[in-house]
Structures are given as structure tokens and as C-alpha cells.
């Protein structure tokens, strides 16, 4: 069974950081591409970040490039999210979601990811 567990939100002030992370299992995570969406309430689900286990240089949407950072553990089969410098406008639900690999056209198009998890919480306020 393929399971991805994303946790680590919670409320933070606005300049603050918080690590999300992705734990995965019931697939082979060596070669999969893990991406993070997030979603407001009210707003489309969207794709910020991406890595390819497999390797190669990781995506970042343009509004959290260089304050967010996408790592992973392969011992661990997880995957973390870095989050620095945080602004009221990062408050949404964050997801992970995993595909068998990373194709470059559809980096964060949704129905690309075969599974998700059930999304963490990030709250910042001003």
C-alpha cells in the first residue's frame, strides 16, 4: 500500500521557519519525482516545489524560490521542505504528492501524481 504522511505545519509568525516533511512508503522512492503543492482555502491547488529522486536540479515555483528548500532522505524515503522567511501568503494546506517519475511538462500538474497525502497546515501570521 502506497502511503505518503506529510506533517510539520503549524502557526508561525511572518519571518519565521518551519520544515514540513513526507514520509513515503509502498513504492520505490529511488526513482520517483516528489512534489509540494499547497491550497487556500477557496483557490486552486498549487504546485511550489519538486524533486527527482533520480536527480537533477530541483523546481521551485518563482514565489517561494530562494526562501524554500526541498531536500530528501533516500535511507528514510522521505522528503523535506525547508521553509524560510515565511509570509501571511504561504498560509494554506500543504501536500505531498508522488509520481514514478519526473516528466519536465508536467512538474506541477496535479493529475501527473498518482499519490497524495493528506496535507499539513502551515498558518502564518502578520
Known amino acids: 500500500e502506497v502511503q505518503l504522511q506529510a506533517s510539520g505545519g503549524g502557526l508561525v509568525q511572518a519571518g519565521g521557519s518551519l520544515r514540513l516533511s513526507c514520509a513515503t512508503s509502498?513504492?520505490?522512492?529511488?526513482?520517483?519525482?516528489i512534489a509540494w503543492f499547497r491550497q487556500v482555502p477557496g483557490k486552486e491547488r498549487e504546485g511550489i516545489s519538486c524533486?527527482?529522486?533520480?536527480?537533477?536540479?530541483?523546481w521551485y515555483e518563482d514565489s517561494v524560490r530562494g526562501r524554500f528548500f526541498i531536500s530528501s532522505d533516500n535511507d528514510k524515503n522521505t522528503v523535506y521542505l525547508q521553509m524560510n522567511s515565511l509570509k501571511p501568503e504561504d498560509t494554506a494546506v500543504y501536500y505531498c504528492?508522488?509520481?514514478?517519475?519526473?516528466?519536465?511538462?508536467?512538474?506541477?500538474?496535479?493529475?501527473?501524481?498518482?499519490?497524495w497525502g493528506q496535507g499539513t497546515l502551515v498558518t502564518v501570521s502578520s
Open positions: 509502498g513504492f520505490s522512492f529511488d526513482d520517483s519525482a
Open positions: 504528492a508522488a509520481a514514478s517519475f519526473l516528466n519536465d511538462n508536467y512538474v506541477y500538474t496535479e493529475r501527473y501524481y498518482n499519490f
Open positions: 524533486i527527482s529522486e533520480s536527480g537533477g536540479a530541483p
